[in-house]
């Protein structure tokens, strides 16, 4: 058991102090959990590979699984890549600071156990004013993944990580509920053309529309099963998953609701007629037509802000192993902008377990 000391910090204007306090562990080698716009990240100095270990030990995270380089300023990404291609410039001009990680070829000043052997590093700068204020007065990399305990979904409150991280790590800093809720999205640019490796935040559409080219979405960034083995080491682990088992209900026609809901209502019955408890995971626009005397109906948000539904997403997965229910019956989402981003998450969560009604 370490000694956790909480901070809680101002999101927008943190107090400097504060940031420094927690700046100076992470120079001592220590340990610092801290919010991102995305989800919180359990830190350590990018550059010390004893510190980068700890890492791993404190979330129970397989070694092989590389972490991602947090940077407050491009000569820091100028430091930790080779051969930065072009595209890595536009995203920053872009889209920096903000929820993109760009896969490149790594410097000789990363250790091997940021990257876990690869020849290529996960870097981004992140847009949240403490992650930023924390990089620069550490004056080093960041690296870090989400603060979860290795399975579970990521967190997004200071109470997630604090459930998971007291007593592991030396400081969280609290700063309340982050603004996404899902982690970032990660695009391969050493590949051509380049290979979505995450779908997140900022919709794959808006990063082929930034960079004027196409970019790949295998079947793995999806969230499809069969292709899991491939390419990024991390995306092979379980993820996400919640305790209760989870069904997701997916459908070529979401658009109906009524007709939706009704198959998803047919599904949960069958579980409910076997003496299950179930709940299902509703959206605004469905959430009525389920019989609330039958079933526990949650609300993960509207279908016409997909935002909303992916800000309340891992909280909803971590609230379900609360609520005592034997199932959880997940609605699908299109495909379509952050719906990619929400089905892959959810397919992970359910352990690929899917019922297609058509
Ligand atoms: O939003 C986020 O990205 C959050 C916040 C804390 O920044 N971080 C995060 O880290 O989600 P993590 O470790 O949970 O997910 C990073 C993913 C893993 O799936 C890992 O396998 C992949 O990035 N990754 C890291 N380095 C890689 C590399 N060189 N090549 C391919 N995939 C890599
Ligand atoms: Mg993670």
């Known amino acids: 058991m370490i000694k956790t000391k909480i901070l809680r910090v101002d999101p927008v204007n943190p107090e400097l102090k504060l940031i420094k306090e927690a700046a ?11 919010p991102t716009e995305t989800v919180y990240g359990l830190g350590a100095n990018a550059y010390d590979p004893k510190a980068v270990v700890k890492i791993f030990k404190a979330k129970e995270r397989p070694l092989d699984n590389p972490l991602i380089v947090h940077i407050c300023k491009l000569s820091e990404l100028e430091e930790a890549a080779r051969k930065v291609p072009e595209e890595v410039y536009i995203i920053a001009k872009k889209l920096w600071p903000g929820p993109v990680t760009v896969i490149v070829w790594k410097s000789d000043k990363v250790p091997r156990e940021v990257t876990a052997g690869l020849p290529t590093v996960a870097v981004r700068m992140p847009a949240h004013p403490v992650a930023l204020k924390l990089i620069e007065f550490s004056g080093v990399p960041i690296a870090a993944p989400s603060a979860n305990l290795a399975g579970k979904p990521s967190p997004t409150t200071s109470e997630h990580v604090i459930r998971d991280m007291y007593g592991r790590v030396d400081v969280i800093l609290d700063a309340g509920e982050t603004l996404f809720g899902v982690e970032s999205t990660i695009i391969d640019v050493t590949r051509k053309p380049p290979v979505l490796l995450r779908p997140g935040p900022i919709p794959v559409e808006k990063l082929e529309e930034v960079l004027g080219i196409k970019i790949k979405i295998p079947a793995f960034a999806r969230g499809i099963r069969e292709a899991e083995k491939a390419l990024s080491p991390g995306v092979r682990y379980r993820h996400y998953a919640p305790e209760t088992p989870m069904v997701i209900v997916e459908s070529s026609n979401y658009g109906n609701y009524r007709d939706y809901a009704l198959k998803v209502m047919e599904v949960a019955r069958k579980y409910s007629m076997k003496g299950l408890k179930v709940c299902i995971l509703a959206s605004t626009e469905t959430k009525d037509y389920y019989d609330a005397s039958e079933f526990r109906v949650m609300v993960l948000g509207s279908r016409k802000n997909l935002y909303e539904v992916a800000r309340n997403l891992f909280k909803m997965l971590r609230m379900l192993d609360e609520l005592n229910v034997d199932i959880a019956v ?10 990619l981003t929400i089905m892959n998450r959810l397919r992970k969560a359910s352990g690929y377990n899917i019922v297609r009604v058509g």
Do not use: M
């Open 24 to 34: 100076n562990v992470i120079r001592s080698g220590g340990l610092v959990v801290f």
């Open 330 to 339: 997940c609605e699908g989402f299109e495909e379509k902008g952050l719906g």
